[in-house]
């Protein structure tokens, strides 16, 4: 693993370093001697649930377990939620088009920096204005977020740390409004908050335009209470500035 001059462990880590071994141990309850007794747990109550078709791997579940701190029933239920969402919204879990995927990441419409945060956080960075609607439709998004949230979630660092996302939401003119339906909001708050085994430590907003003020109106009655505690609305772009600096 290369880290960083200034300490920093890379996006694509794959492995855990004694001190998030640590963090798993103290914030999420994980260790040598519960983790596989909660797997084996899991795979059973999953295997009970005759509806519930899905993957009863060690990698598929440990995501789950700690997303919820190794609480069994609550990490059942997030399987629950996560295959009722993929069964209820299919057509964005399938059919990519990896030349638009491609298309995206060059226009740098969002993506993650190479590096993670200190506490081992992927830091995740979308700029709302580099999406241009009538090159990229809104299911080519919902599509391309699923590929990014979901390939990222296999590395272990990121279910033990999670993500931090920096968003900017400066839009010129009204491209974007039309976009900002309670359908659209409700599906990426449900798809990334309630039904993903991720851990979202911190958002950051960034230039709040007309467009983000409206979204923002629709779906904060229904956010949560510690996620809005976890958003920091931001006056300047000084740090999307530094942090691509650094690159993305």
């Excluded at 996006?11 to 798993?24: E, G, L, Q, R, S």
């Excluded at 078709?53 to 060690?58: A, E, F, H, P, V």
């Excluded at 069964?87 to 993506?111: A, C, H, P, Y």
């Amino acid at each position: 693993m290369i880290i960083s001059t200034e300490g920093l462990y890379p996006f694509h880590a794959f492995t855990i370093p004694d001190k998030f071994v640590k963090k798993a141990k103290d914030e999420l309850f994980e260790t040598d001697e519960n983790r596989d007794s909660a797997l084996q747990r899991l795979r059973e109550l999953v295997l009970d649930e005759t509806d519930l078709r899905c993957r009863i791997t060690d990698e598929f579940l440990i995501k789950f377990l700690r997303a919820r701190k190794f609480n069994i029933p609550k990490a059942l239920s997030l399987v629950k939620k996560h295959m009722g969402f993929k069964k209820k919204n299919q057509d964005i879990f399938t059919g990519m088009d990896f030349e638009v995927l491609s298309k995206l990441i060059k226009k740098k419409v969002f993506g993650f920096l190479p590096y993670r945060c200190k506490d081992g956080c992927a830091v995740l960075v979308v700029q709302l204005d580099n999406w241009n609607p009538s090159q990229f439709s809104i299911k080519d998004i919902c599509k391309a977020v699923v590929i990014f949230l979901y390939h990222s979630i296999c590395d272990p660092l990121t279910q033990i740390n999670g993500y931090k996302i920096i968003f900017d939401v400066k839009s010129r003119g009204i491209k974007h409004i039309r976009f900002c339906t309670p359908g659209n909001l409700y599906l990426l708050y449900t798809g990334t908050q309630e039904c993903f085994p991720g851990r979202f430590k911190e958002i950051h907003i960034l230039n709040m335009s007309t467009t983000f003020q409206l979204a923002w109106a629709v779906i904060s009655p229904f956010l949560s209470e510690k996620l809005k505690k976890r958003m920091v609305l931001e006056n300047t772009s000084h740090l999307l500035t530094n942090t691509f600096k650094r690159g993305i």
